[in-house]
């Protein structure tokens, strides 16, 4: 059996939903929106690990970020700060 260097628990939900714990992500490397593979070991053990990006994968999803960008470029002037340009976002009516 493989020692392991730390090892923490919860519970499962009734969906069958798990939460991976933040030290074990950036352990691992897995980060929000990033796909991830569930393995079975020979003992029976589950084994999530970050998977790896095709290169289609890579150029799909640079794709979509130059979307995104080009979409809201130039669409808010200089010369307002960042809460000023987030409450319009949000529609906030409060300062």
């Known amino acids: 059996m493989n020692a392991h260097a730390k090892v923490e628990t919860g519970m499962m939900t009734s969906e069958g939903q798990v939460l991976i714990p933040k030290a074990m992500r950036e352990a691992c490397g897995l980060l929000p929106g990033q796909p991830y593979s569930v393995a079975l070991d020979a003992e029976g053990r589950i084994v999530i690990s970050a998977a790896t990006l095709s290169p289609e994968d890579v150029a ?36």
């Open 60 to 95: 799909r999803r640079k794709r979509q970020i130059d979307e995104a960008l080009h979409a809201v470029s130039g669409k808010y002037p200089f010369g307002k700060s960042t809460d000023e340009i987030m409450r319009e976002l949000r529609g906030d009516d409060w300062p």
